[in-house]
DNA sequence: GTCTATAATCAGATAGAC
DNA sequence: GTCTATCTGATTATAGAC
């Protein structure tokens, strides 16, 4: 049945996507994840090719929401500092436990050719935020904005969200200032 | 010997802390380690009796630097962010490696039970910075300023070094004022 | 202190029945 | 679409010789 298809994959996303959350990817193995769907670990290899198909398809949401904030960033031509770290900060917030699983195996990524990717979107962000001739001080700027920002957006769950959000927003901006 | 114990033991912490930072605590084998120094894995065990009392050894160094840097300031009553941001970068500056090792695999630190610890450091620099009693909003700046404090610190590398740090501090220092 | 040899276990992956 | 059964190879760890 088809439905039931979706169904089971969209499963083993969510068990493997929190295993690999909280224990990280290589730690992880399909033996738990099958065994916590009550499944076996050769039904995993029929919706999954292979162990790191699976982690590609956790990961792919992030992968292509991050750039297209980027993507929607750069055509507009947008200039507001404050505008480009709300959208990132709401990109990481929204896939925060898949960045949580990425943080906590990077070793996994670099298997898998993301981390220039993730290195690309830091080159990119800079651009938009102190421009294409960054002295090494601006770089160190944008390093404390960007990454505050994100584990602000990461560590989000207690407190009243819309203020976090504009705390850490505005923390960053002012990071950013000279 | 006992000379010849020491520097064993100090070159099997030296490459294991190597392949922890590039590839991951559990991605790295205690094969690949002792080939790599030309020793058996069985030698590895005189030397260290698990594969996690190994990792204990080469994290412990910076498992006592800040704490050591912490304390040092709760005594002195410290109550400059400035100084207490610069105390706090150059501890992970100076441990940037193992750090790094420690960042490429937490689900390996959450097994060892240092997370607790390091939560504990959080909480005790959020008290120096912005006092006992932070309302959600201050806690984010405290996210924002440490959390990218940090990773400047291990960034750190490129460009003039004094020039970076006194860049970091001060960006994380505006991210905490209001 | 370092070795050889091996135990015990678990990993990811595959073949083929149902 | 899920199963049983199994392969292959790697892993941590131990016992005991030298």
Redesign the interface.
């Known amino acids: 049945m088809a439905r039931r298809q979706i169904d089971t994959r969209a499963e083993i996303r969510a068990v493997a996507l929190q295993l690999f959350a909280?224990?990280?990817f290589?730690?992880t193995s399909l033996r738990e994840i099958a065994e916590r769907l009550g499944i076996t670990k050769a039904a995993l290899y029929y919706h999954f090719p292979s162990k790191s198909d699976l982690l590609s398809d956790v990961v792919a949401p992030l992968l292509t929401d991050v750039p297209a904030m980027l993507d929607a960033a750069e055509r507009a031509g947008e200039s507001d500092p404050r505008r480009i770290l709300e959208g990132y900060f709401d990109v990481i917030a929204r896939h925060r436990v898949v960045f949580m699983a990425m943080?906590?195996?990077?070793?996994?990524l670099?298997?898998l050719d993301v981390l220039p990717a993730v290195f690309g979107w830091r080159d990119r962000l800079q651009t938009l935020l102190v421009g294409p001739d960054a002295s090494?001080?601006?770089?160190?700027?944008v390093?404390?904005?960007?990454?505050?920002?994100?584990?602000?957006a990461v560590?989000m769950g207690?407190?009243?969200a819309a203020?976090?959000r504009?705390?850490?927003v505005?923390?960053?901006y002012?990071?950013?200032?000279t």
Chains 1, 2 share one sequence.
């Open positions: 909280e224990q990280g290589e730690k943080l906590s195996d990077i070793g996994a670099a298997r090494a001080a601006d770089a160190a700027r390093t404390v904005a960007v990454g505050g920002l994100q584990d602000a560590m207690g407190g009243p203020e976090v504009a705390a850490a505005d923390a960053a002012r990071a950013l200032r």
